[in-house]
């Protein structure tokens, strides 16, 4: 037994990289022992590799109203927004964003990349993280439980071949080191807003309840916190005026981010609005297509334009509320027709 004591004493004592990972798991390895990786952008073009993530400010917004359930009277709705947003790795310019009252999901990431693209063009690759609205088959064309068995056998698709928002886009998809927030670019910008813009903010609340402000109730009392329009004002403002037009001396760079972007753009590839605005249409399924077509939210649609398919799997996209019709694709992202909704025939036919 002392024998054994000693051993892990001394395994302890010349290994302690390997302690910690043992007991606190690959986030603790990551935060504390891992090595720092220090990447060259340098050779990269503007639009070859997007990053992206969500980020909550540390400010409080009037993000609505609700009715009091004493008085009857509105009150205000108080909040944290969450961006969603993309950043080109060359010039660490923000191509994309978006900002929402509720938690990100995948119909965030949908419309701050549609922001991007019709403003920036279509980049070469995206690189995000492995949480489950990146990693979603809206995005990616494939299922967890895909993803995993490919993953055990070493398997390498063609992302283009695979469906999904990426694959009819032809853009290619890489998933940042799990546990590693500094392999993610963009998590140092987040840091710059938490500093240089939030701080500016009156309702500004702190990243913890020690650093929280002693007069922000007061100041949430009087009426002092920006609606949620307002504050998308603001930081859009700040995000022009200051961020991209500061000068940046890390990552290769020693230029603004406006000036980056310009000057290293070799190619913009550009997708015409309207193919943007219905490829980028959350896709629903699969569906199989029965005898009345494929049916969405207690309708039918496609009674006489799916015929062909009947018994096959599709995908459905939506555009707007009026569900009048829907686009209907492949599993690999390939579009077959626009369904209209079935005609209803009149009870005394």
Known sequence: LREAHRYIKSFARDNPHAVTLNRGGDEEFQNISARHITRDYSELASNEIWNADHHQFDVIVQIGQRADTRSGELVPVFGRPWLTAWQDLRSRKFVGWIIRATDPNTDAIIESLRLAC??????ERVYTDNGKDFDSQALTGQTKKQRWENRKIRVVHDQQKLGGLYGALGVDHIHAWPYHGQSKPIERAFGTICERFDKT??????RNAQERPEQLPAMLARGRAPTLDVFVEQFATW???DYHQRLH???????????????????????PAEVLEILLQRRIGPLKVGQNGVSYKGLWFGQY???HWFGKEVYITVEGKQLQSVNVWQADGRYLCTARANLRTAANA
């Not at 019709?118 to 980049?123: A, D, I, K, R, T």
């Not at 903010?201 to 702190?206: A, D, I, M, P, R």
Request: with cysteine.
């Open 118 to 123: 019709l403003s920036h063009g279509v980049p």
């Open 201 to 206: 903010v009156e309702t500004y609340c702190g």
């Open 239 to 241: 995000l022009e005026v």
């Open 249 to 271: 001396t890390v990552y290769s760079m020693n230029c603004t981010p406006a000036h980056a972007w310009e000057t290293n753009l070799r190619q913009k590839r550009v997708a």
């Open 305 to 307: 334009d799916l015929g």
